[in-house]
């Protein structure tokens, strides 16, 4: 199955439980605190992109996320 990255921006001091809340979503293989321009990357797989989007959706309504983007593997 093909992986994402979802890199999440969180509200200051939310992204431990953002962390949290992501980690037990299926098809997530791992979650993670981040520096940078982003404050969680989350290592999402998914079997069609009507599933990833459902799960960026749920990511987006979490209490203290701001915004995310979402990176999609290429198969070449």
């Given amino acids: 199955m093909p992986l ?8 200051p001091g939310t992204h431990g439980e953002v962390v949290k809340e992501v980690s037990k979503m299926n ?3 791992r979650a993670f605190e981040v520096l940078g321009a982003f404050d969680v990357v989350v290592e999402y797989e998914f079997s069609s992109l009507e599933k990833l989007g459902m799960a960026v959706y749920e990511i987006a309504k979490l209490p ?12 070449l």
């Fill in 64 to 75: 203290g996320v701001i915004s995310s983007e979402t990176l999609i593997e290429t198969i």
């Fill in 4 to 11: 994402s990255c979802i890199m999440i921006h969180c509200k």
């Fill in 27 to 29: 098809g997530v293989k």
